[in-house]
């Protein structure tokens, strides 16, 4: 009786083998952060290029455009190394969409791209009054706005708008 499942064993390990080596390589051939048709699921916000260094994307801009530090804002900006980009409605509520960038401390404009991929409930519809806010945080986390963030609005007349200038020029406020 021993003899079937020595058997058995060694078949069985064989098996589990195979679809290992047959699972790793169609990771390797897809690579780890590709989608079966071969596009890039990460997309990097800022440059609006995959991470595979392609142009194009996955998900439609939303909104894009660059953001801009007011001159007397600039030195503290620099200061600050997250900033946040949010569309939501005129009429405040929580964001519609929300994109997190590392702030590159240089003083220079800043470009951003929001898409589906930034959706935070999927499946709402965008706002119609929608505006954008900026906001150099200072304690980086994702909370309301605070006493020593930057912050700046501009008003979102259309989807898939791509010229918006965000100007950062005033400090945030406790809520």
Do not use: C, H
Request: no cysteine; proline share 6%.
């Amino acid at each position: 009786m021993k003899k079937p499942i020595a058997i058995a064993l060694p078949i069985a390990l064989v098996g589990i083998g195979i679809a290992i080596a047959v699972a790793i390589s169609a990771r390797k051939t897809a690579g780890p952060d590709e989608a079966p048709t071969g596009q890039s699921r990460q997309e990097d916000a800022n440059s609006g290029r995959n991470d595979n260094g392609t142009s194009g994307s996955a998900y439609s801009a939303i909104a894009s455009g660059t953001i801009q530090v007011a001159p007397e804002l600039t030195d503290r900006s620099k200061q600050i190394g997250v900033v946040y980009v949010m569309l939501r409605s005129q009429a405040g509520g929580p964001p519609y969409a929300v994109s997190r960038l590392d702030n590159p401390r240089n003083g220079e404009p800043i470009a951003f791209t929001l898409t589906a991929e930034n959706v935070m409930a999927q499946g709402t519809e965008m706002p119609t009054d929608a505006k954008l806010v900026v906001r150099f945080d200072a304690d980086g986390s994702a909370g309301p706005e605070m006493a020593g963030d930057l912050v700046g609005e501009a008003a979102v007349e259309a989807v898939g708008k791509s010229d918006i200038a965000v100007l950062v020029n005033r400090e945030g406020q406790a809520q």
